[in-house]
């Protein structure tokens, strides 16, 4: 279940942030998060251009942020992107979570197009992307720079049926 995100998530948002092994796939420097820091951005973490929300399990616990990002009404497209915590990898929840805000870019917002990009070695984000319909558009060689080493990017994409 989705819902926007609340200030008592902050904890759990700090625990994944805090976590090597999940922040090594992303280029912001989410260790040193803070819970003043993550209390801001879940205060601005909803507009017209970017909308983050959490992911929930049925007693309303966190179990991850998956957010549009960029939102371009001129263009119809949105950047997806999701981070769980541990406590919910391999659980489905967000296979189901991706399934919900996708319906929700392309069914409220009108979305045409939602796109993403993936370290080109996370292969277990690959899979949830392809699993949930995204399709392989292209690989960005050295693309970006994390921890003094360039990393190549995939490009996935998804397109509203008609």
């Keep these: ?4 995100l609340e200030k008592k998530d902050a904890p759990m948002m700090l625990e ?5 092994e999940i922040n ?22 909803y507009d017209d251009e970017n909308q983050n929300f959490a992911f929930v399990d049925e007693k309303d616990e966190y179990l991850g942020t998956i957010s ?4 371009s009404h001129k263009n119809r497209n949105a950047e997806y992107s999701i981070v769980a915590r541990k406590k919910a990898q391999g659980t489905g929840a967000a296979m189901q979570a991706t399934q ?9 917002l009108k979305l045409h197009k939602v796109y993403l990009n993936v370290l080109a070695d996370n292969v277990r984000a690959q899979r949830l ?3 949930s319909g995204f399709v392989y558009e292209g ?12 990393r190549t990017l995939k490009w996935y994409g998804i397109i509203a049926k008609s």
């Design 100 to 108: 919900e805000l996708l319906k929700y870019a392309f069914e409220e």
């Design 68 to 71: 549009l990002k960029h939102i």
């Design 129 to 131: 992307y392809e699993k």
């Design 1 to 4: 279940m989705l819902r926007h």
């Design 139 to 150: 690989t960005s060689p050295d693309a970006v720079m994390i921890n003094g080493v360039y």
């Design 24 to 45: 090594c796939n992303f280029q912001i420097d989410f260790a040193s998060s803070t819970l003043e820091s993550v209390l801001c951005f879940i205060d601005g973490s």
């Design 16 to 20: 994944w942030m805090h976590d090597n």
